[in-house]
T-cell receptor, first 114, second 113 residues
C-alpha cells in the first residue's frame, strides 16, 4: 500500500544551520506530495506541496523537490531560525476518486537552538 | 482566509461515555476527513466523507465511531463508548478536490479517564 518514510528525529540544529529532513514514499499512481508543519500546541499547517515530478515546492525559505526517480521529497532550508522549531510531517495523497486521503510519515521534531 | 474550525479544543470524558467532536469545514469544500494523532505519534487517517457518505474508513474506525454531516455545514465525529486508548488529538480536515491541498482544523484534544 501507499506509505511515507521519514527521517527519525529529533533533529537539533543551531540557528542559521542548514536543514535537511529526508522523506521517501511508496505509492501506486501519481501522488501529490506535501510537507505539513505542527508548531507546539497547534494544528497542522501546509508548508509546501508539489503535484508532479520535478516540481519544487517552496515557502518561508523551505524547499522540497518531487523526485520520481528516487521517490523522494526531502525538505531543505538554508538557514534555520529558532521559530522553525516544530514537528514536520511529510505526506502524500493520490488525487482522484472519492477519498484523496493524506498518508503521513511519522513526523520529525526539529529543535533550533539560539 | 477561510479556515476549518473545531470544537471543543479540549474534552475530558470518562471511559464508556459518548463524545461528539464537531467541525465546521470550509464552505465550498467537497471532501471531509477525520484524522487522529496519539501523543507523540504519527497522524493517522480515520475516515473520509464525500457526497454525504463515507468513502473510506481505516481499521481504527470501528463500530464505536460514526460521522455525520447533519446540516450541510457541521461535520461531526461520534465515539459511542470511549476507551482509554481513544485519548488523542483529533483533527478535522476539508478539501475542495483536484490538486489542491487539505486544510486542517486546530484539533480537539480528547482525554479519556
Amino acid at each position: 500500500g501507499d506509505s511515507v518514510t521519514q527521517m527519525e528525529g529529533p533533529v537539533t540544529l543551531s540557528e542559521e544551520a542548514f536543514l535537511t529532513i529526508n522523506c521517501t514514499y511508496t505509492a501506486t499512481g501519481y501522488p501529490s506530495l506535501f510537507w505539513y508543519v505542527q508548531y507546539p500546541g497547534e494544528g497542522l499547517q501546509l508548508l509546501l506541496k508539489a503535484t508532479k515530478a520535478d516540481d519544487k515546492g517552496s515557502n518561508k525559505g523551505f524547499e522540497a523537490t518531487y523526485r520520481k526517480e528516487t521517490t523522494s521529497f526531502h525538505l531543505e532550508k538554508g538557514s534555520v531560525q529558532v521559530s522553525d522549531s516544530a514537528v514536520y510531517f511529510c505526506a502524500l495523497s493520490v488525487p482522484g476518486g472519492a477519498t484523496n486521503k493524506l498518508i503521513f510519515g511519522t513526523g520529525t521534531l526539529l529543535a533550533v537552538q539560539p | 482566509e477561510p479556515e476549518v474550525t473545531q470544537t471543543p479544543s479540549h474534552q475530558v470524558t470518562q471511559m464508556g461515555q459518548e463524545v461528539i467532536l464537531r467541525c465546521v469545514p470550509i464552505s465550498n469544500h467537497l471532501y471531509f476527513y477525520w484524522y487522529r494523532q496519539i501523543l507523540g505519534q504519527k497522524v493517522e487517517f480515520l475516515v473520509s466523507f464525500y457526497n454525504n457518505e463515507i468513502s473510506e474508513k481505516s481499521e481504527i474506525f470501528d463500530d464505536q465511531f460514526s460521522v455525520e454531516r447533519p446540516d450541510g455545514s457541521n461535520f461531526t465525529l461520534k465515539i459511542r463508548s470511549t476507551k482509554l486508548e481513544d485519548s488523542a488529538m483529533y483533527f478535522c480536515a476539508s478539501f475542495r478536490g483536484g490538486i489542491t491541498e487539505a486544510f486542517f482544523g486546530q484539533g480537539t484534544r480528547l482525554t479519556v479517564v
